[in-house]
């Protein structure tokens, strides 16, 4: 009895160790639902979310002119959103950039090319520092 609660206590106390350090554990699998993730210091609020210079009209701009809805979608009439998440480093610049909920290849490809080519963001900052931080950002591809 004493040896099965040892073992128990023993890999809750690794596990949560472990989802607090590293940044692609379970803890920042389950972001797709909101728009940050945190980065390894879970429980220590930032000061602020990354933001895209501008603001989010912005943004809206930005990605109607960057991510134009592909040709072969169009004429398949394919319509869906695509989730991308991508790493804002305290530098501004985006980093491990992948989809995360697919709208289809061809959806896709242009979501994942439109964030790839943002200008640098306005970082994350904690106590008044930079620091990384996840952001999932929804594309949807609709027509009209």
Do not use: C
Request: net charge neutral; proline share 8%; charged share 20%.
């Amino acid at each position: 009895m004493k040896i099965i609660l040892f073992t128990s206590i023993y890999l809750m106390v690794n596990s949560s160790v472990v989802l607090g350090q590293h940044p692609t554990g379970f803890a920042a699998s389950q972001a797709s639902l909101v728009s940050t993730t945190p980065n390894s210091d879970e429980f220590v609020p930032n000061d602020n979310d990354p933001f895209f210079p501008g603001g989010i009209e912005a943004l809206r701009e930005y990605l109607k002119e960057s991510a134009p809805y592909p040709r072969q979608a169009r004429m398949a009439q394919i319509e869906g959103t695509v989730r991308v998440r991508f790493r804002v480093q305290p530098t501004g610049y985006l980093t491990d950039i992948q989809v995360v909920e697919s709208g289809g290849e061809v959806l896709n490809r242009s979501a994942l090319r439109a964030i790839a080519q943002m200008p640098r963001w306005f970082p994350s900052h904690r106590n008044g520092e930079a620091v990384a931080r996840s952001v999932v950002m929804p594309i949807t591809f609709r027509m009209e």
